[in-house]
């Protein structure tokens, strides 16, 4: 399929747990990895599979964790 395994195994799983095609699951998650930096994505994705997370908001709201680390500092300052 892709360039990437873990991305190809989260798309089967995700049309196994959807009735029909899927066709509007994947086009949402093509939607959020256009969206989200793709290290985020990334890891979310990882993430998302190894706990069976196929709930694509739970996704995005993993995918943005992963943002507000890279892009905010949270540590105060010293």
Do not use: W
Request: charged fraction near 30%; glycine fraction near 8%.
């Amino acid at each position: 399929m892709g360039s990437c395994p873990t991305l190809d195994q989260y798309v089967v799983g995700l049309k196994k747990r959807t009735r029909g095609i899927g066709r509007r699951k994947l086009k949402t998650l093509l939607d959020l990895k256009r969206t989200y930096p793709a290290d985020a994505f990334r890891k979310a994705v990882e993430q998302a599979l190894h706990y069976g997370l196929y709930d694509l908001v739970r996704l995005e709201n993993l995918i943005l964790t992963f943002v507000a680390g890279d892009f905010f500092d949270l540590a105060p300052d010293e």
